[in-house]
């Protein structure tokens, strides 16, 4: 009784972790049209999205029929048998979704916690049955195969229903309202919004508040009875109050759709796929509860409890949840990183992808490219036409503008909100089984395809990226399925000492898996801290690369001196360190480089010289770190490799150059931040006197490698340390050149 005691309680645990790691990849579903349109400030995005989910846990509707029965049929597992059928499922759960929130991938928690369940508990019963020296036809008694068809059809179906419903809806949006926002709205936005509005309260009164058990039943009844009726009033008073509210009070009646649609989603996701994380260790507590009060052996006691009675959460417990959840929505930095993969894919504007193109992706385009051709000789011109004004975009106002825009517009926000709620509303009362996730993402997809956000410049990225989040959604079933069944194989075989082994793994493997995450986001928070001084309000474009220009030319000192002294003591700790900084600084080159090159396309203003130090800035940064990344790269291999300097000389030369060399990087440091107190002719006079080192050095190495015939190893590595080091001071006379030229002219 003991060991069942401790089997519940981890059980629990791993409700409280499924919590976590479940509402984390979750939350895209509610956040991603509100964040993508930046309606409001993050923290008013959240606070709306914790207010939803923790109303909407205490209105859940109760346990999942799948966690108990929906899948398997209880009444034919002992209480011993369902519960390495639980906890199996849960293990398989906090692994699962873990994994794809690392990955930044949505994925379905209702999809996962199906094949769990069907992969466990089909592999408990085939080893229930031969145990109990069954044939091979009573195998298929434990599964109920005919709802698990059902439940996965509709998920997928569902799929295609969400993309071509998104992408319709938004088109027809779009021709209605263009990307001139201003100039629809006060005509149409009232009414657009007061639907929009009306289908999101259908979506909570169908979806969010269906099963609760706060509400009577006879008050739920009144409302499924009366549903058009409220609908119809609610529209009118809606419609009514919004077009005073945009009309007095000049709010934009979209914002609101948005934010509402928000609260609604949140309440709904809370009230409903709660029961995805907490459905089945609630069920193994309750059927332990039942079970100590037979006093009959686990072995011997059927789950009849199960298949017959209605299992209710209670409210505390639900309560509970719901807090649990709103914390991580707060907090959890896995959650941002799910929801940015789902607006970066559906953004308006072009930027950094994260996804890379592949064969099927460019196939994809390609004939989507033709079929656009054949049809734009079918339609005729003025249809055509009027299609290109409707999308043709906003130009920016700002010349000097470089803080993100929003993704994606209120237009397109609102048409993603109020169709997944319609498809959700509609498939819950016809008791079709569906995934909110998937429906949520597919919607957005259509509707940014909809709205050209797929270009020729991006749609191979965004369509790879969508084909690998759709990819890892049939991957999920498998995992699913594959992990849960060989989980449960483990637990039935490996009884008390299986279990504590194969739980302390997972628990280990949860609490690498979150250090390792850590510290990739910490390195990924510093890449983009680095460009945040573009966003500086205070400081013009020239001193905004100058001061970028600076740090990186800092930060490639310390790699270079870094490099030098591994190479000279080597010590391939250094090297590998400055190695990797100076992976950090080429990917923060390509960035900058995107980055410059979509600020230059902003300008309106004809100054060549700022636009000449955007576009320089950039590229002196790259040809810095390449060079630097060469000849760490060599160095690093050498002495990896174990090779070690046979000529003392060269040693006693790379301790010159590197003092010469950091020097020479301060002084052009100094340049950059006191330009006003530096000159040209300074920088320059050491400049030569560190190239002419440089220079007749190189040539006593090419001398000695002719002489005393070297390894070629060691004498790649010596060339490339006078060569990459000559390049790096050239690069860096041209920085200190264009500056203090610059400041000068606009000081004249």
């Known amino acids: 009784m003991d060991f069942y005691i401790f089997v519940i309680g981890v059980l629990l645990l791993l409700a409280a972790v499924d919590l976590i790691v479940g509402v984390s990849n979750d939350a895209v579903n509610f956040l991603n049209s509100a964040i993508g349109s930046k309606v409001a400030s993050y923290k008013t ?55 794809f929130n690392s990955l930044g991938l949505p994925t379905s928690t209702t999809v996962s ?36 068809q059902s439940i996965v059809s509709g998920i997928f179906l569902s799929v295609l229903i969400a993309f071509t419903a998104g992408a319709l809806v938004q088109y027809l949006c779009r021709l209605l309202f263009t990307f001139q926002i201003e100039e629809k709205l006060h005509k149409f936005g009232a009414i657009f919004s007061g639907f929009g509005i009306t289908s999101i309260v259908y979506f909570l009164l169908i979806k969010g508040l269906k099963g609760t058990t706060i509400l009577s039943k006879s008050t739920s009844k009144w409302i499924v009875d009366n549903t058009w009726l409220i609908l119809g009033i609610l529209f009118l008073i809606s419609t009514v109050i919004l077009w005073a509210f945009q009309k007095f009070g000049k709010v934009n009646p979209l914002k609101i759709v948005v934010l509402a649609g928000t609260f609604s989603l949140a309440m709904a996701f809370a009230g409903n796929d709660l029961v995805n994380f907490i459905g089945v260790p609630i069920t ?25 009675s209605d299992v209710i959460v209670p ?49 994809v385009v390609n004939s989507s490219l033709t079929f656009s051709k054949i049809f734009g000789i079918i339609i005729p011109s003025s249809v055509t036409q009027r299609y290109n004004t409707s999308f043709e975009k906003k130009k920016l106002k700002e010349a000097t503008q470089t803080q993100d825009t929003p993704a994606f517009d209120l237009v397109r926000a ?90 302390s793994v997972v628990f280990s493997y949860i609490i690498i898996s979150q250090i390792r995450f850590s510290q990739k986001e910490k390195k990924s928070k510093k890449t983009k801290d680095r460009l945040k001084i573009l966003e500086n309000e205070d400081m013009n474009t020239v001193q905004k690369y100058q001061s970028l220009v600076s740090t990186a030319v800092s930060e490639i000192a310390t790699s270079y001196n870094m490099t030098l002294d591994g190479l000279i003591e080597g010590d391939i700790s250094k090297l590998e360190k400055a190695n990797e900084a100076l992976k950090d600084l080429e990917e923060h080159g390509y960035n900058l480089r995107s980055k410059s090159i979509k600020y230059l396309k902003s300008l309106q203003m004809n100054d060549r010289q700022v636009a000449q130090v955007i576009v320089m800035s950039s590229d002196f940064i790259q040809d ?103 390049d790096i001071q050239a690069v860096l006379t041209r920085i200190s050149k264009m500056y203090l030229k610059l400041y000068e002219e606009r000081v004249l």
């Open 315 to 363: 409210n505390y417990m639900l309560l509970i949840s719901g807090i649990i959840m709103g914390m991580t929505i707060w907090l959890s930095s896995k959650a941002k990183k799910v929801t940015e993969t789902e607006v970066n894919l559906g953004r308006q504007d072009e930027g950094e992808e994260r996804f890379k193109p592949n064969a099927i992706s460019r196939s």
């Open 414 to 503: 609102s048409v993603n909100l109020v169709i997944a709620s319609i498809i959700i509303a509609w498939a819950t009362s016809n008791k079709l089984p569906l995934s909110t996730t998937y429906v949520s993402f597919m919607v957005a997809m259509g509707s940014s395809l909809a709205d050209k956000a797929w270009g020729r410049d991006s749609a191979v990225y965004r369509v790879a990226g969508v084909l690998s989040v759709i990819g890892g959604w049939f991957i999920t079933a498998l995992i699913a399925f594959s992990v849960a069944s060989v989980f449960s194989f483990i637990l039935y075989k490996g009884g008390q000492t299986g279990t504590i082994i194969l739980i």
């Open 113 to 148: 916690i199906v094949f769990e369940l069907l992969g466990a508990s089909l592999m408990a019963g085939i080893l229930f049955s031969m145990a109990k020296n069954e044939s091979i036809n009573d195998i298929w008694k434990y599964i109920n195969f005919e709802t698990t």
């Open 45 to 99: 995005i959240i606070l709306i999205a914790v207010a939803g989910i923790v109303i909407g846990s205490v209105f859940s509707s109760g346990i999942m029929e799948i966690a108990r029965k929906g899948i398997f049929y209880p009444q034919h597992f002992t209480f011993e048998v369902i519960l390495v059928v639980f906890l199996a499922v849960m293990l398989t759960d906090i692994i699962l979704l873990d994994i």
């Open 624 to 726: 810095l770190t390449q060079s630097t990344k060469s000849m760490s790269d060599e160095a690093l291999f050498y002495i990896k490799n174990l090779h070690t300097i046979s000529n003392p000389k060269f040693l006693n030369d790379l301790k010159i150059l590197d003092e010469k060399m950091e020097e020479f990087f301060n002084l052009v440091l100094v340049s950059l931040e006191q330009t006003k107190n530096e000159n040209f002719e300074t920088i320059k006079k050491n400049r030569n006197a560190v190239r002419s080192f440089i220079n007749e050095n190189l040539d006593t190495q090419i001398s000695n490698i002719n002489a005393e015939k070297p390894s070629t190893k060691e004498g790649v590595l010596q060339t490339n340390v006078f060569l990459q080091s000559r």
């Open 284 to 308: 193994g507590l309750l059927a332990y509860q039942n079970w100590i009060s037979t006093g009959l052996p686990a072995n011997e006691y059927y789950m009849d409890y199960l298949q017959g």
